[in-house]
């Protein structure tokens, strides 16, 4: 018997039992889909844990911080100044130092700085994120219409708002904000010019001292108790670009404020001259590092293959490192294990499916058994005969793997618009995320399943006697 009489065969028999394959083949759908709804979930936050280290220096990034033997960044212990450091520093002798080694494609410093912003009745904290030029454009930030990365050369420190810092300020005197009225301040960052306060403790302790001027008519003020209190300035810093999003659109750089490191830098070095700055490391005697000292150094391995490598010989140097690939290969197993449990849960309908395909297929011998014993009479092989019971099956696990894609695609973009990801994973991108080949993977499965529930049933027809077969009725 050819295969194209078995196919017609099988397809002629389904379509004479119309309201049983179609209640049979409905388990394969839900069965199917489920599974591939279940998995989704799971691949949709391994896409926006991908997503998010793209713009975190994707998997060839590493993050290099300083040590010190109390797990603090930035202290520093030393009394005298002559004694030797023991302490690990990210300064631009380090950055010199990184960029020598095998395997490094660049190194940048990093620049984290707190900071005061005022405008109007609203004031908020920011943080001033200081990177180069050239770590800058490795982000490949999605500014809102008309903005541009900070011009290293302009004279004043340009910022990149991340779109979600609005959601930080507060009403000064009621301290209310986005998230207690829901609603943002009545501040238009690309428009708008902010006065940024370095100087976050001289600022608090001028609003403390009532008898202390205006904070822009002077650098110095003496309070009620005689104890100079120093005003600090107040900059004027406007955007030249806004990151693209809304307040409840979550990415790496959202609540950051970006600018050019060594502008930064400057007006730092600045606003504290001859004064300890904020997170700057200093001697057992309280005087200031003798060398600037920066957050963290951002590098990039010329290899995905060599991060590892190249990690472990900053370590031995005694700087501590975090890569990103360190991070995925922890998340893989975490997500590995969600997709497992997601997965089972969904297998389970399709085994209550494949019961009902084997169920079918009994009830379909017990019906047919005649017509097997009039084949077997004629002629037809016993392998005829199992393969035409085990077409049929495969027939409706991939007309139900078919449709059970259908519908888990129809579930997936319900899911995506109904929950946006940042409700539930905290970050920006689709909850279900649906490749194409776990739809391909999910089909062959079904007709896997149906194959598989049809075997018995196809052996049985196999062993039917055909004088027994013809002689019932």
């Not at 713009?55 to 040590?67: A, S």
């Not at 650098?219 to 810093?237: A, C, F, I, Q």
């Not at 058994?369 to 392998?383: F, Y």
């Not at 409700?423 to 920006?428: A, C, F, I, Q």
């Amino acid at each position: 018997m050819r295969w194209s009489d078995l196919l017609r065969m099988s397809a002629g028999s389904l379509k004479r039992r119309k309201l049983r394959a179609f209640l049979t083949i409905l388990g394969v759908v839900i069965g199917t889909a489920s599974i591939v709804v279940m998995i989704s979930l799971g691949l949709g936050l391994q896409q926006s844990m991908y997503e998010q280290m793209e713009l975190d220096g994707g998997t060839t990034g590493l993050t290099v911080t300083g040590k010190s033997d109390d797990g603090m960044m930035n202290s520093y212990s030393t009394g005298m100044s002559d004694q030797e450091e023991t302490k690990k520093y990210i300064t631009d002798e380090t950055i010199k130092e990184l960029k020598t080694l095998e395997h490094v494609k660049s190194a940048d410093p990093v620049l984290d700085f707190s900071a005061l912003a005022l405008k109007g009745k609203y004031e908020g904290y920011i943080q001033l994120y200081g990177m180069t030029p050239e770590a800058m454009q490795r982000l490949n930030l999605e500014l809102e219409p008309g903005g541009r990365l900070p011009d290293p050369d302009s004279p004043e420190l340009e910022l990149v708002f991340g779109n979600m810092v609005l959601v930080d300020f507060t009403e000064k005197g009621t301290g209310s904000g986005y998230w207690d009225t829901g609603e943002l301040p009545d501040i238009d960052l690309q428009k708008d010019k902010l006065f940024v306060i370095l100087d976050q403790d001289s600022y608090y302790q001028t609003q403390s001292t009532p008898d202390i001027g205006d904070a822009g008519s002077s650098d110095s003020g003496e309070s009620g108790s005689g104890n100079t209190v120093r005003t600090p300035k107040k900059y004027v810093l406007g955007a030249c670009g806004v990151i693209a999003g809304g307040p409840d659109t979550y990415n790496a750089n959202s609540y950051k404020v970006l600018c050019d490191i060594y502008k930064l830098k400057e007006y730092i070095q600045k606003e504290f001259r001859g004064r300890t700055i904020p997170g700057q490391p200093t001697t057992q005697g309280g005087k200031p590092y003798r060398q600037f000292v920066y957050s963290s150094a951002s590098l990039q391995a010329d290899d995905m293959e060599n991060v590892e490598e190249l990690a472990q010989t900053i370590r031995s140097l005694g700087y501590d490192v975090y890569t990103n690939v360190e991070y995925i290969n922890g998340m893989k197993k975490t997500l590995g294990m969600v997709q497992a449990v997601l997965g089972g849960i969904g297998a389970v309908s399709l085994l209550v499916a494949a019961i009902g395909i084997a169920n079918t297929m009994m009830m379909a011998i017990y019906e047919r058994t005649k017509e097997i014993g009039v084949m077997k009479v004629i002629g037809c092989s016993l392998k005829n005969i199992r393969q035409l019971f085990l077409l049929e099956a495969a027939f409706i696990g991939f007309i139900g793997g078919v449709a059970g894609n259908v519908l888990s695609l129809i579930i997936s973009g319900v899911i995506n618009v109904l929950v946006p990801g940042e409700s539930l994973w905290g970050t920006e991108g689709n909850i279900s995320y649906i490749p194409v080949w776990l739809m391909l993977a999910s089909m062959g499965f079904a007709v896997l399943v149906g194959m598989a529930a049809g075997y018995f049933p196809a052996v049985r027809a196999m062993k039917l006697s055909p004088l027994a077969a013809i002689r019932n009725e």
